[in-house]
């Protein structure tokens, strides 16, 4: 009996070891150029085949905790677009490195530790979704026509594959994370998983819910929003606010009359140079970009893309938003990419540090992604695929999921004019469900951080104080902040 605390520690140890080891080791990242130090947890990258007969092959990266990652929520980060690389995310968001102060293009940038990362607390997994994104690509390039109901059942293959590699992770709490365009996204693959579950495919993946950042959800909450939100934020006067109410009777897209659509023209041309991600934010203008978005877009004029930001560190003049730019073709649900509406990737942005960096020869190799040769260039937005949006609304499986149980936390920057928070607000109310945590203020660093409502079935309404489009770019500390409160089912 004296030797048994030996024999549990020992346990242990080997279990703790296995954890660390258990990993496809071909894919373990040992360093990265432009980077100089120890990394706080374990780096994995390289690809998953979804499908064999096409050389589909969907291409990640995953941080592992830096805390237990035995234990530890695994979380899967999804940027929008649609067909923006989730890299987007890994260097500007909620990643383990930023680039440092004063990187300017010319050599490799450099990089330096988030303090922020959203892996203090998870494991979490960068996906480029889908084919002909970021990284990932198809040796049949009919597979670059895709929308979102291939998109979630490659999404699902990947994830059924991905915990085969990662076999100790299989018990860990699984949620699905991202923004923008990953409104759509997320629910999707959601229902993927779950059927999969209802079906006892192997492995099961243990999904508990997820956690959306100002996303697209349901044409009708989301376009309704942005006149109402610009005249709340006082971008409009109230002159001009009850003249397009009047003239549109509340419905500020889709079908509506010419003397309507010259109403809402006027808003958009008010705004256009403004930082629709952040109103908050500095713009960075072409105006020969601005100027063909205008012509050139396919949506109802409320909504063509209007503006940029600039992230405050580190330093790079960019869209905020990998964004749902709101640009569908009502008609028929296709989603131009950028380039064909501005003859450029994005409008007013300079990604030059990104793309130098995941353009680099030594980077590829090390992180087990293809030359540039063989896919091409990394493009923050890309023009390879041709996408098209036919899920409809996603109302009907948040209240799907949400009865089911699984735990929903939707949250909002307050002061994006992309998504505004008020159409998001109001979709979430539309669910019905009781109120158990009447609208408050949320705290971080003993400031107000937000406001959050709870609902009945597991779901939460968060706004973000001061935010844009993407959380954890404009607020880092307080995302870290709620997103492990959250996690941890702490009240926020």
């Known amino acids: 009996m004296a030797s048994s605390p030996f024999l549990l520690l020992l346990a242990l140890v080997l279990l703790l070891f296995s954890v660390a080891i258990a990993a496809p080791e071909n894919h373990l990242v040992a360093q990265l150029p432009g980077f100089d130090g120890a990394f706080p947890s374990k780096h994995y990258s390289g690809y998953v085949t979804v499908d064999e007969s096409n050389n589909r092959r969907l291409f990640y990266y ?62 979490i997994i960068y996906l480029d979704s889908p084919a002909g994104v970021g990284m990932s690509y198809s040796s049949n390039k009919s597979d670059y026509t895709t929308g979102d109901m291939k998109t979630a059942v490659d999404a699902h293959t990947f994830l059924l594959k991905w915990f085969e590699l990662y076999p100790e992770l299989q018990s860990n709490p699984f949620y699905i994370s991202g923004e923008s365009y990953a409104g759509i996204y997320i629910p999707t693959l959601a229902d993927e998983v779950v059927k999969g579950t209802q079906k006892d495919l192997k492995p099961r993946i243990n999904l508990k819910g997820y956690l959306i950042g100002n996303g697209v959800t349901d044409m009708g909450y989301d376009y309704n929003s942005f006149v109402p939100f610009a005249h709340g934020m006082g971008l409009i006067s109230t002159d001009h606010f009850e003249d397009v109410s009047a003239a549109c009777h509340g419905t500020f897209w889709g079908k509506v009359s010419d003397v309507c659509q010259e109403k809402i023209d006027r808003v958009r041309l008010e705004l256009k140079d403004l930082n629709q991600y952040n109103i908050l934010a500095p713009c960075y203008h072409h105006p020969e970009i601005q100027e063909a978005v205008f012509v050139n877009s396919s949506l109802p004029a409320s909504f063509r893309k209007l503006g940029e930001t600039e992230r405050t560190f580190p330093v790079r003049k960019r869209m905020a938003g990998r964004s749902w730019p709101l640009r569908l073709a009502v008609s028929d649900g296709r989603v131009p990419m950028w380039p064909e509406l501005t003859g450029r990737s994005l409008p007013c942005t300079s990604d030059e540090l990104a793309t130098i960096w995941l353009d680099d020869e030594d980077v590829r190799a090390v992180i087990h992604a293809k030359p540039k040769s063989l896919i091409g260039s990394w ?16 109302l009907k499986y948040h209240k799907k999921f949400t009865a089911m149980g699984y735990r929903v936390l939707i949250y909002s920057g307050d002061h994006d004019l992309c998504i505004p928070f008020t159409g998001t607000e109001a979709w979430v109310r539309s669910l019905g469900y009781g109120v158990v945590d009447s609208w408050r203020s949320w705290y971080f660093g003993g400031q107000v951080a937000g406001y959050t409502q709870g609902y009945d079935h597991n779901l939460t309404f968060l706004t973000i104080k001061g935010s844009g489009h993407t959380v954890p770019e404009y607020k880092p500390k307080e995302s870290l902040a709620f997103y492990t409160r959250w996690l941890s089912g702490e009240k926020i």
């Open 62 to 123: 995953v941080v592992l905790s830096e805390s237990d990652p035995a234990t530890d929520p695994v979380v899967l980060w999804l940027n929008g677009g649609p067909g923006c690389s989730s890299f987007d995310g890994f260097v500007y968001e909620n990643g383990p490195f930023n680039f440092e102060h004063g990187s300017t293009p010319g050599g490799l940038p450099k990089l330096q530790l988030n303090p922020y990362s959203w892996s203090k607390v998870s494991s």
């Open 379 to 394: 493009e923050l937005n890309t023009a390879r695929i041709d996408y098209t949006h036919e899920a409809g609304s996603m």
